[in-house]
C-alpha cells in the first residue's frame, strides 16, 4: 500500500473517514507569530519577497495544528506587480495598484514569460517549503484566477461590486480581453514555476467570480481558469487543480466539469448539503464553514464544524472555510474545530 497524503487522496476521489482539513489566510495576523515575522519583514510585500520569512510564516500555524496542507506564503497582487503594475500595500487600506484600461498601458506591460525575474524570490520559498514541511502534509501553489485579478488591475484597488472591471468589458472588450489573455498566460508561466519547485496542488482564486452574470461567468471566470488547469496538466500529469469560483451560487453545479478541476472550493454561500448533492457527485469538495464561526467560537463553531462534514461524508472532501480566517479570529477556536472535525 502506498501511504499518500490525505489532500491528495481526497483530491484523487477517495472518500475518507475523516476529511483532511486546512484553512484559507492560516498563515496570517490572527497569529501573534505572524504578525512578529511580518514586523521583523517591515511590511508585507518584503514579507512575500524574503523567502526565508515568507516560509516561516508559512510553516507557523503547523507548529500549532494538525493541518493536512501548507498554502505557500505570498499574494494574488503579485503576478501584476512581475507583469510591470505598480503595487503597494497602504496599512488599513488593502492593495493598491497603478491601472491597466487603455490599450497603451497593457502594451506597456511585459510578456507572460517575463515574470520570472520579479517572481523568484517565491519559487525560492516554494523549494524552501519543499524541503521542510512535515512528510504528511501537502504543499499548495495558488495564483488570482485572471478575472479577480484584472479586478483589481482594472480599479487599481478592491472595489465592492467590480465596477471599473465591468465597464471596461462593455466599453473596451478588446482591451478587456488583451488583459485576461495576459493573466492567463502569465499565470501559466507562474504557476509552472511553482510545480516545478516543489508545489504538489494549484489552487485558483476567483475571489469575484460571484459578480459575473449571464454568459460572462463562463467566459471570463470557468473558461480562464480552465485553459489554466489544462496547460498546467498538460505540462504536469497528475497535477491535482482545486478552482474556488466564489460567490458562483447555484452555478458551482457543473464547474469540475467546466474549468476541468478536480475539486471545488465553495464559499457560505450555498449549504453544505446542496453542495452534496449538486457537486459532490463530480468531484472532490472543499469549504463552507462559515469564516465568523473562528471569532465567535462556542456551540455554534462545533454544531456547523460537524454540520459540513456530516453534510459531505459521503464522497471526496477537503474541510475549509467559505473564506479566510480573519485578524480578530481567537486561534484557540482553531483547535476547536480541528478536535470537532474529528469527532463528527
Ligand atoms: O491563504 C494563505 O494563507 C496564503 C497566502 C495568501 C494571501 N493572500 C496572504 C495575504 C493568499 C492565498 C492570498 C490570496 C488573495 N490575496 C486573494 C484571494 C483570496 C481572497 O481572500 O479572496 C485576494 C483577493 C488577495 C488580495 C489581497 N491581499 C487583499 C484584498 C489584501 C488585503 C486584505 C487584508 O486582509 O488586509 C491582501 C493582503 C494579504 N494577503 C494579507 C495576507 C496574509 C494581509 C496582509 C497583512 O499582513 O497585513
Given amino acids: ?14 472518500t475518507l473517514p475523516t476529511p483532511p482539513a486546512w484553512m484559507m489566510r492560516q498563515a496570517g495576523r490572527y ?7 511580518r514586523a521583523e519583514a517591515g511590511d508585507f510585500l518584503s514579507l512575500c519577497y524574503t523567502p526565508d520569512l515568507a516560509a516561516e510564516v508559512t510553516l507557523q500555524p503547523l507548529r500549532r495544528y494538525s493541518f493536512d496542507a ?3 506564503f505570498a499574494d494574488i497582487l ?22 491597466t484600461t487603455t490599450p497603451d498601458e497593457l ?20 523549494r524552501i517549503l519543499a524541503r521542510e514541511l512535515p512528510k504528511d502534509v501537502a504543499l499548495i501553489g495558488f495564483a488570482g484566477a485572471p478575472w479577480t485579478v484584472a479586478t483589481y488591475m482594472i480599479a487599481g484597488r478592491g472595489t465592492p461590486d467590480q465596477g ?22 502569465g499565470t501559466i508561466e507562474y504557476l509552472s514555476k511553482q510545480v516545478e519547485a ?30 489554466i488547469t489544462s496547460a498546467l496538466k498538460a505540462r504536469f500529469p497528475g497535477l491535482p487543480v482545486i478552482a474556488f469560483p466564489r460567490g458562483a451560487g447555484n452555478r458551482y453545479a457543473g464547474s469540475h466539469a467546466a474549468v476541468g478541476a478536480d475539486c471545488i472550493a465553495i464559499d457560505d454561500g450555498v449549504t453544505a448539503a446542496w453542495a452534496a448533492e449538486h457537486v459532490q457527485p463530480a468531484g472532490c469538495v472543499q469549504g463552507n464553514l462559515l469564516n465568523s464561526h473562528l471569532v465567535t467560537g462556542g456551540d455554534a463553531l462545533v454544531t456547523e464544524t460537524q454540520r459540513v462534514v456530516r453534510a459531505l461524508r459521503g464522497g471526496p472532501h477537503i474541510f475549509n472555510l467559505g473564506h479566510g480566517i480573519t485578524p480578530d479570529a481567537d ?8 478536535e470537532a472535525i474529528k469527532n463528527a
Avoid: C
Fill in 1 to 14: 500500500m502506498t501511504l499518500q497524503k490525505p489532500i491528495l487522496r481526497a483530491l484523487a476521489g477517495e
Fill in 31 to 37: 497569529l501573534p507569530e505572524y504578525r512578529a515575522t
Fill in 70 to 72: 501548507a498554502i505557500l
Fill in 78 to 99: 503579485l503576478l501584476p506587480q512581475a507583469l510591470g503594475a505598480e503595487l503597494w500595500f497602504t496599512p488599513g487600506e488593502g492593495p493598491r495598484l497603478s491601472t
Fill in 107 to 126: 502594451s506597456a506591460l511585459k510578456p507572460a514569460d517575463a515574470v520570472h525575474d520579479r517572481l523568484s524570490p517565491i519559487y525560492e520559498t516554494v
Fill in 164 to 185: 471599473p472591471a465591468h465597464a471596461l468589458k462593455t466599453e473596451d472588450r478588446a482591451t478587456f480581453d488583451g488583459i485576461i489573455d495576459l493573466l492567463t498566460a
Fill in 198 to 227: 516543489g508545489a504538489e496542488v494549484i489552487k485558483l482564486f476567483d475571489s469575484w467570480a460571484g459578480s459575473l452574470q449571464g454568459e460572462d461567468f463562463a467566459r471570463y471566470s470557468l473558461r480562464p481558469m480552465q485553459e
Fill in 331 to 338: 486561534p484557540e477556536n482553531v483547535t476547536i474545530m480541528l
